[in-house]
């Protein structure tokens, strides 16, 4: 009998200045829980990212290519307005320390406050990665450190190509 179960699809939003190894570590979580999960780049002109969106779209699509339950995409505005517009049921969201809860749970309630048929799934990434962030990689790349094992390989060689062009913004 054919299964009519409705595809699940989870959107994991973020900036991903640049996507590291927890990022990744949560997506392969999510796409081993979801039929699809889409990692959702947020389009921001206020901020101003060391990458460019575009930049931040192919280091993602490069690592995830032979993934076929993981796709890649921006997005501007509501969060919970790009989800109902990709059917998604679910946010996921990486949940590295007590530290990240208020925040985390702040965007959870605010989202099902705008839209109560979106669940938020916060999801904890291997414990060697709960010290991990974009913007600590920036900052030891920037000041000569190694961070091979923390960024997927094209991640590092981007950042060293930024490093060639100019000094690295740590932010
Ligand atoms: O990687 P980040 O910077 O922690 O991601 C934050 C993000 C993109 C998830 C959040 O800023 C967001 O959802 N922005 C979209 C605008 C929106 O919907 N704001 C209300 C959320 S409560």
Known sequence: ??????????????????????????????????????????????????????????????????QPGVEVDTFQGLLVEYARRRNASVIVRGLRAISDFEYEMQMALMNRHLSSTIETVLMMPAESYTYLSSRLVKEVFALGGSVRGLVPDLVETRLAEKLEAGPVRRA
């Open 1 to 66: 009998m054919e299964n009519s179960r409705p595809e699940r699809i989870a959107v994991y939003p973020g900036t991903f200045d640049p996507l590291t190894n927890g990022h990744v570590d949560i997506i392969q979580r999510g796409a081993a829980l979801f039929d699809r999960i889409v990692v959702a780049i947020l389009v921001n002109p206020a901020k101003s990212p060391l990458f460019s969106v575009k930049e931040r779209v192919e280091m993602a699509e490069v690592t995830f290519e032979s």
